[in-house]
Each structure stands twice: as C-alpha cells, then as structure tokens.
C-alpha cells in the first residue's frame, strides 16, 4: 500500500476512497501526534470549500478531532490560503482544509497546516498516517466546538494591506469556480474599490471547477471580452490559485504573473537574492525575462510544496507555478489566489498601466506538451532512440527552445514538453520524442 499522504494531503473519491471512517481518523490521529509534540490541548482550524461531501466530511473530522479531546475552531466555507491564516492568528495548533482544489466535485481531499501556517511537514503526516492503523480510546471530556469570530474579517484585512494602490474605475470580472471564493473574492475586489462582476459564484455542491475557473481561464476571457472590462481574474475551487485576462481577451498566466512581480520587487528592494523560484514547466521566456532584468531564476520539481521549500532554503520572497500557484512570502505562506489578484492588480493601478502591459514582461515561448501513455516505464528514458530523439531537437532548437521530458507522478504516462520559438518547431520536436518513446519495446 502506499503512502496515504500525497504531496497535497489526502485525497480520493469522497465516500469511497475519502470515508467518513478515514476522516474521523484522520481528526484523532492529527490530535493525538499534535499533542506528542507540545501542542497541549490540540486546537485545529477547520475549513472546507463548497463541494457536497465537504459537510459531512467536516462533521467526522469534527468528531474525530473532539473525541480525541481537542477543541475545533469551525470556519466553514472558506479559501485554503485563509485557513492558513487564520490558523496563525488563532494561535491553532494546526490548521485542516476539506477540498481537492481543482478537482471534479466527487473528488475531496483533507490537508494539514502546521501552527505557522506552511504545509504539515511529511514527518508529522507519517506519524499521523501510522497513528491511524491504532485504536487507542482517549481517556478525558470531549473536546469543544468553537466559533471562529472575525477572523474572515482579519484576513480580509490582511489583503487589503497588501495591495499597492486602490482599483477605483478598474472594471473587473472574476470567475470564483462555484467553489470557495464566491463569496469573499469578489467582496476584496469591491473593497478595494473595483467595479465588479462574478460569475460562476453560485455553488450548488456539484458544479465547483465545472467548465469553469482556473482551469478554463478563456471563460472569463471571452466575458472581459464580452463587457467591455479592464481585467479579469480566476480561481480554482479552493483559491489558492489566479489565473488573468487583460482586456483583449487574452489569458495571463502564472509566469507573467511572476515576471511582473519580481521586477516590481527588485526595483523596490524587496528581491532578496534577486531571486525568483519556479519550477522545470516555467516558460522559457521567464527564465529569459528574469535574466534580462538581473534576476536568477531557480526552477524545482512541479508543486507549489517544492516551490515552497526551495524559497524558504533560498530566502527568497516570490516563487510560483505557470498553472497560477504564486508565494507572495512577506504576506503569506501558501499559493494565495486572492493576495495574487490584489498584488497584480493593484500593481496596475499603481503604475496607471493595462495588465495587459505587466503581462509583456515576459514573451512566452510557445510550449507543447505531449502525454504518452506507456505499458512500464523502466529503461524508456535511456534507450537510445529517445535520448538521441532528445538530443537532435536540442541541437536544431540551438538555445533557442528547450526540451524535457519526465514520467508522470500519478499516471502510466512519459510527459514530453518543448518549447520553440514557433509553436509549429514545438510540436514537431514533441512529436518526434513522443513517436521515439511510443516506439520502445
């Protein structure tokens, strides 16, 4: 059996493979391995987002979390960067999210936050997944359910104060994925004082992520479009992403994001290192941006965890993923999707420019991926047909493209990404890789 633990907590197929019985599990085994490390009285933070399942898995993780004798601060639908958040204003011993992000709603998941706010270390989530397979009754009063007070109100707050300027006249639609950010994504926007459209804000338990929000960013595009708006912006179910659309209708990702933001950061003195951290799919164009403008770009494996961690061993203050995953670390310790629209946004109310304009700070490359499924794996990376296959697209490209190819994490499949400076190069070259690797065997 494998880890249950993967890089994003536990996830699975509510009510077949994310029980009822595994989260109460997981809620008294968090407690009883908080409390082996000085937590006291355990009190965790408890949030979900808007899919169906969430209200029912809150109620076991709430059950298993009191019968364990620790207290629940219960948040309710709210974004995972929040729960982060709020788990340090609260002084929680821990903070937990009930969500799969941009999953399809049948899907849930459960992840932890350490009392400062980052990621449960992978230590601590081994002693939590072992202490599951114990069934030792906890001898004490149940713990307490508590409210959370204003703490929304604090966060919002928070983000207010990392905005550069106020949006007054900027005209904005934001696509909220029928999932945690319905609510307060467009509410941050308008105090800031943008004019504001939502869509996709109507979560019914079942539509979160459904043809919509990050992982379709041309819908919001096509509704700037539509409008006649400055900008729009979109999340993932649990908001920790921002994807963008400037006024012509053309989608701004996280890279430009990034491109933008580190060269605002060094002219402000607020780069340390001049160093930015992104990962082995960020754009060509950035890393040529980023050397243009004096700044290193670091990349890691894929995954704003590992982005996370090369940016805290760096010291560096920005860090982000193409897919809209962006570390703003003086103002948060996770991918934030709302602090990444008031920092973006703001930005261009600041320098009185389109983002239109942040976002040509970088020429994104055109970058083609190819997916192979394979029947095994072993070998297939350094046989000679693909790595020649590899090697001749690197000699045409010359310095001008860049090559990599990687075995999924999760899937039986080789993942064959290039980058040219024509789209038409890409694809030949990925092509090319992908009939090598095809032909294997």
């Given amino acids: 059996m494998g880890r249950l633990f993967g890089t994003d907590g536990v996830r699975g197929v509510a009510g077949t493979e994310l029980t009822r019985e595994l989260a109460e599990g ?36 709430t059950e298993g979390i009191r019968g364990a004798g620790g207290d629940v ?23 937990v999210v009930i969500s799969a992000s941009h999953n399809p709603a049948e899907d849930n998941g459960i992840k932890f936050f350490a009392r400062d706010g980052m990621k449960l270390p992978d230590a601590l989530e081994d002693e939590i997944e072992a202490e599951l397979a114990r069934s030792a009754a906890h001898e004490g009063p149940p713990g307490e359910v508590l409210p959370v007070g204003d703490a929304r109100e604090r966060y919002l707050r928070h983000l207010e104060g990392a905005a550069d300027a106020r949006l007054e006249g900027m005209r904005v639609v934001v696509d909220c994925a029928n999932g945690a950010a319905s609510e307060i994504a467009p509410e941050i926007l308008r105090r800031l004082g943008a004019d504001v459209t939502a869509i996709n804000a109507d979560p019914d338990g079942r539509n979160i992520n459904d043809g919509c929000g990050a992982l379709h960013p041309e819908v919001v595009a096509a509704e700037v479009q539509r409008r006649g708006a400055d900008a729009g912006v979109c999340h993932d179910g649990d908001a920790d992403r921002a994807l963008f659309a400037d006024a012509a209708g053309s989608v701004i990702d996280g890279d430009q994001v990034l491109a933008a933001s580190a060269i605002a950061m060094r002219e402000r003195g607020e780069l340390p290192g001049d160093v930015v951290v992104g990962t082995v799919m960020s754009n060509l ?6 050397r243009e403008a004096g700044i290193e770009l670091v990349r890691t494996a894929v995954g704003d965890r ?16 193409q897919s809209g ?6 103002d ?10 008031v920092r973006f946004l703001s930005l261009a109310a600041a320098r009185d420019v389109p983002v239109a304009e942040l976002a040509g700070a970088m020429r994104r490359r055109p970058q083609v991926l190819v997916n192979v499924r394979v029947a095994r794996r072993d070998g297939i990376l350094e046989s000679a047909a693909v790595t020649d296959a590899v090697a001749a697209a690197e000699v045409t490209l010359d310095g001008g493209g860049r090559v990599l190819v990687r075995p999924s994490g999760t899937e039986p ?5 290039v980058e040219a400076e024509t789209e038409a190069d890409a694809k030949r070259h990925a092509e090319a890789i992908a009939e090598a690797i095809r032909s294997f065997g």
Avoid: N
Avoid at 332 to 341: E, K, N, R, S
């Fill in 26 to 61: 997981l809620g008294r085994a968090a407690v009883v391995v908080l409390g082996r490390h000085g937590a006291g009285r355990a009190k965790l933070v408890v949030g979900r987002d808007t899919r169906e399942s969430g209200a029912w898995l809150e109620d076991a993780l």
């Fill in 73 to 95: 601060l219960l948040a309710g639908v709210e974004p995972t960067p929040a729960i982060a958040f709020m788990t340090v204003d609260l002084g929680a011993s821990s903070g």
């Fill in 285 to 290: 164009g950035l890393a040529i941006a980023m």
């Fill in 306 to 321: 590992y982005v996370l961690e090369e940016m805290e061993r760096r010291g560096a203050a920005l860090g982000g993923e």
């Fill in 325 to 330: 995953h962006v570390i703003f670390r003086r």
């Fill in 332 to 341: 948060a310790t996770t991918g934030d999707g709302l602090l990444t629209a």
């Fill in 413 to 417: 499949l080789i993942r064959v990404m």
